[in-house]
């Protein structure tokens, strides 16, 4: 199964606790909201994090997916 890399950014400082499902899944507090980087294995997950973010009340500000990386290169 391939994984996807994804940058999510919302508005507001969402707690590290909110991503517990996420396997692997950070976040980065910044003036104005929070960047999460998480790897997914599909979209179903992307939507569940989403769902999980909207429930919170935090909006989002953008969903970005990674571009893929080949293995072994850097």
């Known amino acids: 199964m391939s994984r996807s890399a994804f940058e999510i950014r919302a508005v507001g400082d969402v707690p590290s606790e909110l991503l517990e499902d996420f396997e692997g899944a950070t976040v980065?507090?910044?003036p104005g909201g929070s960047t999460i980087h998480v790897v997914l294995g599909d979209d179903a997950e992307l939507h569940g994090l989403l769902a999980a973010l909207s429930r919170e009340g935090f909006a989002l500000v953008d969903v970005r997916r990674?571009?893929?990386?080949?293995?072994?290169?850097?």
Request: overall charge negative; charged content about 40%.
């Open 28 to 30: 980065s507090l910044e």
């Open 66 to 74: 990674e571009p893929d990386v080949e293995p072994g290169t850097d």
